[in-house]
């Protein structure tokens, strides 16, 4: 059985970016995985005082909004080093966060997807065809929760 997730509201909705679950990166408490995964688009970049301000944003919502302003620049490596900061966003949360790393565990060695209508990249997209790197990201995280405990 595929595990799905999408609004955090739903049944796995811990899996979401937008859960209300914080993380501390490097000493710096974020609300949430989605306001650190948008602020680092901007980290060495002329607009990096917006990392603060996307970290300050009071929803997940309005942080993402921030973090994809078109007229807003994104550092130049961000295509290359998103998925390293959206796994280190995930993995973070999931070793906080130990009630929400037991559901994580007790998907067993289920497929987890992101049943995102909209994203191809990080999620599955409407046609189910998507290339659901949040998804891979979480089955990763899980497996290194795993190994951690067997050891």
Not at 54 to 59: D, M, S, Y
Not at 143 to 151: E, I, K, P, T, Y
Request: charged share 25%; with cysteine.
């Amino acid at each position: 059985m595929t595990i799905r997730f999408y609004k955090v509201e739903d049944p796995y909705g811990c899996f979401s970016n937008f859960s209300p679950h914080p993380i501390v990166v490097e000493g710096v408490h974020w609300p949430t995985s989605e306001h650190y995964y948008q602020a680092q688009k901007f980290v060495g970049t002329p607009h990096a005082d917006r990392c603060e301000i996307i970290r300050q944003a009071a929803t997940p919502e309005e942080a993402a909004a921030l973090g994809r302003d078109p007229q807003v620049s994104v550092r130049p490596d961000w295509d290359e080093v998103k998925r390293d900061v959206m796994y280190r966003a995930v993995q973070t949360k999931f070793s906080e966060h130990a009630q929400i790393r037991s559901v994580l565990l007790d998907t067993g060695d289920e497929q987890i997807v992101e049943d995102s209508p909209r994203d191809w990249f990080w999620g599955w997209g409407a046609d189910h065809q998507g290339e659901n790197h949040l998804g891979k990201i979480l089955m990763e995280v899980r497996d290194a929760c795993r190994r951690h405990l067997s050891s």
